[in-house]
């Protein structure tokens, strides 16, 4: 094809012909006029065909221009359909992002990527507005200190209120950048949900403002798009999963109410039927250790006979008291609950020196009254203290936490024990459900405690980790106006 551009000199160029038609002239006079006759014919049909050729050669010469032409339209279709297809698979692999995960970090880490193949920036970050929609609060900064303090000065001037009015990417000149630097630039895309602002996309970039291509701003906006849906997406996936996590935990504990409700009834009636004959043979044993009191032989196996009686007679009334923590609301009464745990606290602190268990009680200052039955209340404090004392048998470290949080209070039971096991979390308030068999447990303490808390209207549940300890956590709500009254 290069050939084809070297152009064939002009007739007039490549042949002498004023000097050719002065020979002819010459040879007229001097040749015959025959022979001079002949050659003027031969010289005539040569200068045509020269003609001809000439002729032939710019057309060669306009078709090659034309497909010179030609090739650079074909070069630049090309060019752009190539930056077409990296647009799609960048659109691509963004949209496989953004159904393969709810993770909003691997989301914004998609979208800095993928801007970055086509704006290059010293600094970017996603920035999402707040609730009162007064302030911007940074999801993620990559790059070069100074764009926070960049996106504030411009939320503060109101510009960054205007790009969200605008609803579309807008471009900045850095005012601020030095003479002596190159031109510097800052991008501004909204993030738009279903008409909702979100937040804002920012880069600042080391190009002049009028450097960026509007196909690259339009691409840096579908993007935005994109991953404003995808972050919208991940808070209401987030939002579904703590739902389902509470409606779960709602239902175990409607269902565990329920089989308390089942377990206290039956146990209540089988308790008082066995307790009766249960007194008769207790007392016959320790009439006949009275007639046998010579034959230590006798003594011995009736002292094991009590043993079991009356560890039988403390189950059952474990048993009564399950059954029979059913406190009228004309019974509780205001209390301090900060007071209440320090009174508890000090009942069994010498279970904790005895043990070298350390103890500590944080209590928050200027909390509520509450409303209820105290000495219930303190049997579950005290009964939790003691599965923390029991669980330290190598001594540790004991907190108690209280807090207000929302319209509750929270008690926090922290142990540095040995944990519960994950498959025991699930059971660990049900009746009879112990890990201490070995050691006398009956299995109701924790149950009975779940009970009272639960006719106080609030919740208890537990935290634990193998090897770190774990944390019982009373909430109870504050009392409603006119309950101290009834």
Same mark, same amino acid.
């Given at each position: 094809?290069?050939?084809?551009?070297?152009?064939?000199? !002009?007739?007039?160029?490549?042949?002498?012909? #004023?000097?050719? &038609?002065? *020979?002819?002239?010459? =040879?007229? /006079? @001097?040749?015959? %006029?025959?022979?001079?006759?002949?050659?003027?014919?031969?010289?005539?049909?040569?200068?045509?065909?020269?003609?001809?050729? !000439?002729?032939?050669?710019?057309?060669?010469? #306009?078709?090659? &221009?034309? *497909?010179?032409?030609? =090739?650079? /339209? @074909?070069?630049? %279709?090309?060019?752009?359909?190539?930056?077409?297809?990296?647009?799609?698979?960048?659109?691509?692999?963004?949209?496989?992002?953004?159904?393969?995960?709810?993770?909003?970090?691997?989301?914004?880490?998609? *979208?800095?990527?993928?801007?970055?193949?086509?704006?290059?920036?010293?600094?970017?970050?996603?920035?999402?507005?707040?609730?009162?929609?007064?302030?911007?609060?940074?999801?993620?900064?990559?790059?070069?200190?100074?764009?926070?303090?960049?996106?504030?000065?411009?939320?503060?001037?109101?510009?960054?209120?205007?790009?969200?009015?605008?609803?579309?990417?807008?471009?900045?000149?850095?005012?601020?950048?030095?003479?002596?630097?190159?031109?510097?630039?800052?991008?501004?895309?909204?993030?738009?949900?279903?008409?909702?602002?979100?937040?804002?996309?920012?880069?600042?970039?080391?190009?002049?403002?009028?450097?960026?291509?509007?196909?690259?701003?339009?691409?840096?906006?579908?993007?935005?798009?994109?991953?404003?849906?995808?972050?919208?997406?991940?808070?209401?996936?987030?939002?579904?999963?703590?739902?389902?996590?509470?409606?779960?935990?709602?239902?175990?504990?409607?269902?565990?109410?329920?089989?308390?409700?089942?377990?206290?009834?039956?146990?209540?009636?089988?308790?008082?039927?066995?307790?009766?004959?249960?007194?008769?043979?207790?007392?016959?044993?320790?009439?006949?250790?009275?007639?046998?009191?010579?034959?230590?032989?006798?003594?011995?196996?009736?002292?094991?006979?009590?043993?079991?009686?009356?560890?039988?007679?403390?189950?059952?009334?474990?048993?009564?008291?399950?059954?029979?923590?059913?406190?009228?609301?004309?019974?509780?009464?205001?209390?301090?609950?900060?007071?209440?745990?320090?009174?508890?606290?000090?009942?069994?602190?010498?279970?904790?020196?005895?043990?070298?268990?350390?103890?500590?009680?944080?209590?928050?200052?200027?909390?509520?009254?509450?409303?209820?039955?105290?000495?219930?209340?303190?049997?579950?404090?005290?009964?939790?203290?003691?599965?923390?004392?029991?669980?330290?048998?190598?001594?540790?470290?004991?907190?108690?936490?209280?807090?207000?949080?929302?319209?509750?209070?929270?008690?926090?039971?922290?142990?540095?024990?040995?944990?519960?096991?994950?498959?025991?979390?699930?059971?660990?308030?049900?009746?009879?459900?112990?890990?201490?068999?070995?050691?006398?447990?009956?299995?109701?303490?924790?149950?009975?405690?779940?009970?009272?808390?639960?006719?106080?209207?609030?919740?208890?549940?537990?935290?634990?980790?193998?090897?770190?300890?774990?944390?019982?956590?009373?909430?109870?709500?504050?009392?409603?106006?006119?309950?101290?009254?009834?």
């Amino acid at each position: 094809m290069a050939q084809l551009e070297h152009r064939v000199p !002009a007739i007039t160029e490549e042949l002498p012909l #004023e000097r050719i &038609r002065e *020979l002819l002239a010459q =040879l007229k /006079s @001097e040749a015959p %006029e025959s022979l001079s006759w002949e050659l003027g014919i031969h010289i005539d049909t040569l200068s045509e065909a020269l003609k001809e050729s !000439a002729a032939h050669q710019r057309g060669v010469e #306009e078709e090659n &221009r034309q *497909l010179q032409e030609r =090739l650079r /339209s @074909e070069r630049h %279709e090309y060019m752009e359909l190539r930056a077409s297809m990296d647009e799609l698979l960048n659109l691509h692999e963004l949209s496989e992002t953004i159904s393969s995960s709810f993770d909003i970090e691997d989301i914004l880490a998609s *979208l800095i990527e993928l801007s970055g193949r086509f704006i290059e920036s010293e600094s970017c970050g996603v920035f999402s507005l707040d609730e009162t929609r007064e302030r911007l609060t940074a999801l993620t900064l990559r790059g070069a200190p100074g764009l926070v303090e960049r996106l504030e000065a411009q939320w503060e001037d109101g510009i960054i209120d205007w790009v969200l009015r605008e609803r579309r990417p807008v471009v900045f000149e850095d005012m601020e950048a030095q003479r002596d630097v190159a031109d510097q630039s800052t991008v501004v895309v909204p993030l738009i949900v279903r008409g909702e602002h979100i937040g804002v996309y920012a880069l600042h970039c080391p190009r002049a403002k009028d450097d960026f291509t509007a196909s690259e701003i339009d691409l840096l906006w579908v993007l935005t798009s994109q991953a404003a849906i995808a972050i919208e997406n991940s808070r209401l996936y987030t939002d579904l999963e703590e739902t389902h996590i509470q409606l779960k935990n709602s239902q175990h504990q409607i269902l565990l109410s329920a089989k308390f409700a089942a377990i206290g009834e039956l146990a209540g009636g089988v308790a008082h039927e066995v307790n009766n004959p249960l007194q008769i043979i207790l007392s016959r044993i320790q009439l006949m250790m009275l007639q046998n009191e010579d034959d230590t032989k006798i003594v011995g196996g009736l002292e094991l006979v009590e043993h079991n009686v009356k560890r039988i007679s403390h189950i059952i009334r474990a048993l009564l008291g399950f059954a029979g923590h059913n406190a009228q609301e004309t019974e509780w009464e205001e209390f301090d609950i900060g007071r209440a745990l320090r009174q508890a606290l000090a009942l069994v602190e010498h279970r904790f020196d005895k043990g070298l268990i350390e103890t500590s009680l944080v209590c928050a200052d200027d909390l509520p009254m509450l409303v209820g039955n105290i000495g219930e209340l303190e049997q579950v404090f005290i009964n939790l203290m003691i599965n923390a004392q029991n669980a330290m048998a190598d001594g540790g470290t004991f907190m108690i936490e209280v807090q207000c949080q929302g319209q509750e209070i929270e008690v926090r039971f922290a142990d540095t024990g040995p944990g519960i096991a994950s498959e025991h979390l699930d059971r660990i308030f049900e009746p009879f459900f112990t890990t201490r068999v070995d050691e006398g447990g009956t299995g109701l303490g924790l149950a009975v405690s779940y009970r009272i808390i639960e006719q106080h209207q609030g919740t208890l549940t537990v935290e634990s980790e193998l090897g770190i300890g774990a944390t019982f956590i009373i909430r109870l709500p504050f009392p409603l106006e006119g309950k101290e009254g009834e």
